[in-house]
């Protein structure tokens, strides 16, 4: 077991070897008890201040094995993604940021997206961590919301959020994100925009006139998102 979470409250679990289909990372709680990495990890880890979400670390900054929270297995654990039966890999290159979704969130296929006017992609909210160190597979943090990029992946709405970790030296200064530097942002949007093309896909193109939002868009989008999420585990 890990223990290196959120408050300390969460463990980290790993079945199968690194690198094969068959491995897993599943979240705990503070009794060591697999739990749902999708539905039982608060959205708001402190319900007095919505600016904070929680983060879920997938694929952590300078690697780029496609890691992502499996929606079909019980307790949704974390593994490697296959294209064509083989282990995904990210062409384009290592991330420059860490990467995962904020739980307890979902962007509905079936639900035009607001803004967008495009469906969502079925998945829970992504984000992109702009703080200064990478963060292990399957971290649970808390994390300063900071705005959002409204992707459109293959006529589909894929938010992404940015934001940065509370305990990351910068967090004390950046609370919006007029105070991120642009080209951080440009260096974000051209990376969703072109990563996928060296995968013979077309560029991804961006809603929202390409703008990157503020924080009380980009929450407004959570908040949206989490009442989704709360319909489909009625």
């Known amino acids: 077991f890990t223990k290196n979470h959120l408050i300390n409250k969460y463990f980290t ?3 199968g070897e690194a690198n ?3 491995f897993r990372l599943y979240i705990l709680n503070e009794n060591k008890k697999r739990i749902s990495a999708w539905n039982d990890i ?10 904070i979400v929680t983060f879920i670390n997938e694929i952590s900054k300078g690697t780029n094995a496609k890691m992502e929270m499996s929606k079909d297995e019980e307790h949704h654990p974390i593994k490697q993604d296959l294209k064509n039966g ?7 290159g290592n991330l420059r940021y860490n990467y995962g979704y904020i739980p307890q969130t979902w962007e509905d296929p079936n639900e035009e997206q607001p803004y967008t006017k495009l469906l969502g992609d079925g998945d829970p909210v992504d984000v992109v961590e702009i703080g200064t160190d990478p963060l292990s597979l399957g971290e649970v943090i808390e994390m300063k919301v900071l705005g959002v990029l409204a992707l459109i992946d293959e006529g589909e709405t894929d938010w992404k959020i940015i934001g940065i970790n509370t305990n990351d030296p910068n967090a004390s200064n950046i609370n919006d994100i007029n105070d991120v530097d642009k080209e951080i942002i ?3 949007k051209e990376w969703y925009q072109i990563y996928k093309v060296c995968e013979g896909k077309e560029e991804n193109s961006y809603g929202l ?3 990157c939002k503020n924080r009380d868009f980009a929450k407004e989008i959570i908040d949206h998102t989490h009442h989704t999420w709360i319909n489909k585990i009625k």
């Open 13 to 15: 679990e790993e079945t």
């Open 20 to 22: 094969t289909k068959n």
């Open 42 to 51: 608060p959205l708001h880890p402190n319900s007095k201040d919505n600016s």
């Open 86 to 92: 083989d282990l995904r890999f990210i062409k384009h």
């Open 186 to 188: 440009d260096d974000i």
């Open 209 to 211: 006139n390409g703008e």
